[in-house]
């Protein structure tokens, strides 16, 4: 392999590691992670003449705490952590050979994610700190996934890290009054990074599998630190299910295709295995992730569209209402009765979301649907016509413009 894609590949599993033993040691996440780049850096020009060391994870790590202790002699702020992290950078040489492979995650990451996740941070940053600081990806990477300009993706990671040293957060995982609402917003940015990447909402690109995948790698990552959480195997049991589908996702033209007219035979049968797996492990517990996979789970149980069974999936919904009341979900279960009671149904679930979406690009395509169904052709034409004008996505605009021609 190329020495600088062996950089880039090893750095992908190792960087949250990395970064967070130095945060632990040095107790700030801004300096931990430039010392972390700054071993990046040195991999990067010394790899490709001396070669791949027999290690390169524990050559990555020891590097970055040696430039941590160089660091910190030159620091009188941060003199007082030099013996905690000398200790541990002689602990690191004598056992090099024996450097987790990967396979095991320790604590020092859960503490990573739950700062990168704090309520002190805006949602749109603490996406950007986590896939930069647990998911390993550039500034550049980033910004591509979501059409965002490089510089405003670094900037946001800057004030992320500034005001997480600013406001002296500690390195820690939050005391269990507290951890309840951090692991929500935690599972948030997941799946808000997940959602991005199976259904982009802007752009040319329908889907942007990489983005699933590394939320998907992310929150089975989560579920290894936090196995009691039933929460925690329900986005995981979610996030697999629904990227089971994307291989179906898109027809030979590149055009989305609705789920009920997808090739099934072509969903990942793996990724639908694993998801039940990560469902059960959620032990019959009935959070809003739970339940969204439960409902996930019965799409991919059905082997053609005809075997969906929509009184269930109406029913989870209801559950799912009664924890999650949005209008999204409202939808949602609005789609639900439709198929399992008819468009009449689901048609007047619509119409009472009218206000609280009317600037949301599906509710207009559901709503045209439904019409659709009902033989209201002139006036869902017009429903799909509105639904394009909202849909900021290329793809998506151009499906709803066809059905708006019908």
Not at 35 to 40: E, I, P, S, W, Y
Request: aromatic content about 4%; hydrophobic content about 45%.
């Amino acid at each position: 392999m190329d020495p600088r894609a062996t950089v880039e590949a090893v750095w992908k599993l190792e960087s949250a590691r990395i970064v967070a033993a130095l945060t632990r040691l040095v107790r700030d996440v801004g300096l931990a992670e430039d010392l972390a780049q700054d071993a990046l850096l040195a991999a990067l020009e010394e790899w490709p003449v001396k070669g791949t060391p027999p290690n390169p994870g524990g050559w990555l790590m020891l590097t970055a705490k040696h430039r941590a202790i160089d660091r910190l002699r030159r620091d009188d702020r941060l003199r007082a952590n030099l013996a905690e992290l000398g200790r541990a950078a002689e602990q690191q040489t004598a056992a090099e050979e024996e450097f987790d492979d990967g396979t095991g995650i320790d604590d020092d990451v859960l503490r990573l994610i739950f700062i990168a996740c704090h309520p002190v941070l805006s949602r749109e940053s603490s996406v950007a700190l986590t896939l930069r600081m647990i998911g390993g990806l550039t500034t550049a990477e980033i910004a591509r996934a979501f059409l965002v300009p490089e510089p405003t993706i670094g900037q946001r990671i800057s004030r992320a890290k500034r005001t997480l040293g600013d406001r002296k957060i500690p390195f820690e995982v939050p005391p269990p009054a507290e951890r309840a609402a951090r692991l929500a917003a935690v599972l948030e940015t997941i799946y808000l990074i997940f959602n991005e990447g199976y259904a982009a909402t802007a752009g040319d690109d329908w889907m942007r599998p990489a983005l699933a995948e590394e939320a998907v790698r992310l929150g089975r990552m989560l579920a290894g630190l936090a196995p009691g959480e039933a929460e925690v195997h329900g986005l995981v049991a979610l996030m697999e299910l629904h990227a089971s589908r994307m291989p179906a996702r898109l027809g030979p033209d590149g055009a989305p295709v609705p789920l009920l007219e997808q090739d099934r035979g072509r969903w990942d049968q793996t990724l639908i295995r694993s998801g039940f797996a990560s469902l059960l492990r959620a032990d019959r517990q009935d959070g809003p992730y739970v339940l969204q996979a439960a409902i996930a789970a019965s799409h991919a149980q059905a082997r053609q569209p005809g075997d969906t069974d929509w009184v269930r999936i109406a029913g989870l919904y209801e559950l799912l209402v009664r924890q999650t009341p949005t209008p999204v979900v409202e939808l949602n279960r609005a789609v639900a009765v439709a198929m399992a009671f008819g468009p009449e149904r689901g048609l007047e679930i619509v119409d009472r979301l009218a206000e609280p979406l009317r600037d949301y690009h599906l509710l207009p395509a559901v709503r045209g649907d439904l019409l659709r169904r009902l033989g209201r052709d002139a006036e869902a034409r017009a429903e799909f016509a509105r639904a394009a004008d909202l849909a900021r996505n290329t793809r998506e605009r151009d499906v709803l413009l066809e059905r708006a021609g019908m």
